[in-house]
């Protein structure tokens, strides 16, 4: 009887551990693959392409701000350029263990200056 049990038991335990391993799996294919295109889009933005061409590109911002990103790529950026920063674009992708965050940054004539990505 106790084997019937704790062979019930460990079925049980195995399936739902089966279940949410698939689930985390498929999770985390998702985010990875947002990533990957959010990554393919942000390579092709080039300076001074216009915030409609980034929306078209990148699609809607999860966040819009006025923090100034000071890189293009990895570069740093010039005071000058970054002084001209009056808007930015975020596209944030959220994992249970970093967020990557795709960052674009403009002038007053809603021109690209600056774009980074932080993770």
Known sequence: ????RWGYFIKNACVLLSIL?????????VQFRK???NEQNFSKAIKGASKVEILS????????????TEFWNDAKLENQETNQIVETLDYRVSTFFLPVTFRFSFDANSKLVAKHRYD
Do not use: Y
Request: aromatic fraction near 8%; charge should be positive.
């Open 21 to 29: 391993a698939g689930v985390s799996i498929c999770f985390l294919w």
């Open 57 to 68: 590109l990148m699609g809607n911002p999860t966040a819009t701000n006025q923090s100034a």
């Open 1 to 4: 009887m106790i084997n019937k």
């Open 35 to 37: 990533i990957s295109i």
